[in-house]
């Protein structure tokens, strides 16, 4: 009986800690499918708002583009890669902006460019001032999306869950069998692992799901997304 209330103890304890894995895994998901939606949206605004002349078009295009390459460093940064040696990142980011991808966050210099060359079009005439909210809303949306992105990155979850778990795991495998090897007999020995196996994974489960963005096979398909935003973006520039 008294391994029995514990059993259960720890089968909650372990499965709060997948729970909450899996709540930022999730959690990454949703920020990222904001990302998509966002982006087609302010590829849209920069097409129609900008006025269809050479200037205009030429504007819609680099912000647009210069999009493609913020998303795709957002990208190489949550899997800690370096976006200089990136191909997909290389073939977005102008020359004149190569600078910004040796600073402490690339994905700000670049967004912050976009919010620099859209206020100068409402300077110049370009767009009115409800144009120029619409714009904000979206590169706000951009940001925020990022800053989410970079919290479930660089907050995981503390330790001493963990930790928690395999010591009472651990502790429950040497347990369980001194107190089932009377009714069971040798069918201790496949049951006791079946048990103790089943803890394990979940809270392995719970390990793998911690971080969304790596590049182990649970992480979330940044690279598809990526490819999703650049292709639908180019499509509306004819290319």
Request: aromatic fraction near 10%; charge should be neutral; glycine fraction near 8%.
């Amino acid at each position: 009986l008294p391994l029995g209330v514990v059993g259960g103890a720890l089968g909650i304890f372990v499965s709060f800690r997948t729970n909450s894995a899996y709540a930022r895994w999730w959690e990454g998901r949703q920020l990222w499918g904001r990302m998509i939606n966002a982006s087609r949206t302010f590829c849209s605004q920069a097409l129609a708002y900008l006025p269809n002349t050479d200037d205009g078009r030429a504007l819609a295009t680099k912000v647009i583009k210069r999009h493609i390459a913020y998303v795709h460093v957002l990208r190489v940064a949550l899997r800690g890669q370096d976006a200089k040696t990136d191909a997909d990142v290389t073939a977005f980011v102008r020359e004149e902006e190569r600078s910004l991808l040796s600073e402490s966050n690339p994905n700000h210099g670049l967004c912050h460019l976009n919010y620099s060359d859209i206020a100068d079009a409402q300077r110049a005439g370009m767009i009115d001032t409800n144009q120029l909210l619409a714009f904000d809303d979206s590169l706000k949306a951009f940001l925020d999306v990022q800053g989410g992105c970079e919290r479930i990155k660089k907050t995981p979850l503390p330790r001493g869950y963990a930790f928690i778990a395999e010591r009472l795991i651990l502790a429950f495998g040497f347990l369980f069998p001194l107190a089932t090897v009377a009714d069971l007999g040798w069918w201790v020995v496949p049951v006791s692992t079946f048990v103790c196996l089943a803890f394990a994974l979940i809270s392995e489960a719970g390990r793998v799901l911690e971080d969304p963005f790596t590049m182990f096979w649970n992480g979330l398909p940044l690279t598809a997304m990526s490819k999703t935003i650049e292709v639908n973006l180019r499509e509306r520039l004819g290319e």
